[in-house]
């Protein structure tokens, strides 16, 4: 669990140490600050939940402390300590923003109930704020990040399928998104107010499978103590999305076809056919043509199945996206894992873009997760990625010639120089530490052409 992080900041360092002494003991993270100045410091690098603040400090006071805070840092609580004399102020800090204050001297219940208070607070903000980042999942597409052609493709098919009853094929390499489109075509459907029943076929036994979608009876089976309602029926009105079809057995390929066909299934032990009321969706990562070829997948089922077929692009194919998705996922485990982290730097960024992602965009979330439990910065740097570079990445991306690598960087330097100097050639000279003369003969040594 995320043990709370507090900041107190005091001129006094008698102050800080008592301070300490009594939140540490509370289970608080501790960290301390003799000046407003070196507090903004110490949050920039990492970010806490609470700051405990005095008041009355020289060069800059809690007031104005408060209000950087709130202006670079807006979830984090701030409490103020305050003398007799400065009520006044304090109360005015609460109009700014502050969650308390509290008078000098003060005693150690008031000092642990106020923090608790306050830190009970921001828990309470941020599971609503993840509440309702849940609560956009359930509603159209707002969990499908993306602005690529490939990914707008994909969604036109939804829209126009949707509201139809006829199966769905969805394929796709693993990690793709397959079930989040799957839930786009319910809740776009006729059927969204009903329930939509996601089964991974490939997790369920292969003795177990046809129980669990069709049911059974009692005493059908050793362990069938009761009448069980299959998954078909749970999902009835609704949407059955049957994730990795192709491991469903071949010989209970023939119970879901009538499923398909006639609208009806029949329990494990039972002669009553059932009619039922369910939409198929189906999805695999494998070429089901092939697998018919192979024998292992029932021609005639196939082609009911792929009645429509929707295929989503892999994440290379729509790397465009990645942007998206990585700032998606990023104020996801934000809320989660209870950070503020704000970004990526961009060299982060470009490295991110071009890495391959065999696993798809489930392996970019999870590349996200692991770097935000361990980042404590601001910002998201090559640093919190190590897992996603090998040995052999790094040798095939290393040059030995050193002139060449000395020539490049000296060239990217250059043009950045110029760039932020709006091509004023002196003032790029100067940001360089280079005389006028010397700027345009490297320039020319170079063969950089500053025009373009």
Known sequence: MHRKS?????????????LEKVLSKAGCVTKTAASGTEALGQ???????LVLSDLKMPEMNGLELLRQIKKQHSKVEVILLTGYGTVERAVEAMKEGAYDFITKPFKKAIILQTVERALDRQTLSRENEYLRLQLGRTKSYDNIVGKSQALRDVLEMVARVAPLVSTVLITGASGTGKELIARALHSKSLRAEKRFVPINCA???ENLIESELFGHVKGSFTGALRDKEGLFKVAEGGTIFLDEIVSIPINLQVKLLRAIEQKEILAVGSTNPEIIDVRIVAATNKNLANEVEAGNFREDLYYRLNVVGIMIPPLKERAEDIPDLIEHYMKQYN??????VNGVDNKTLQFLVDCEWKGNVRELENSIERAMILCDDEQLTMRHFTHLVSKDQIAQKFDGDLKSAVRRFEQDRIVQAVEIADHDKAKAARLLGLSLSSLYRKIAELGIDIRS
């Not at 949050?43 to 939940?49: E, F, H, I, N, T």
Request: glycine share 0%; net charge negative.
């Open 43 to 49: 949050l920039a690098r990492a970010p806490v939940d």
């Open 6 to 18: 507090v900041l107190i900041v005091d001129d006094e360092a008698s102050v800080r140490t008592s």
């Open 335 to 340: 809320v989660q894992l209870n950070k503020q």
């Open 203 to 205: 997790a369920i036994p």
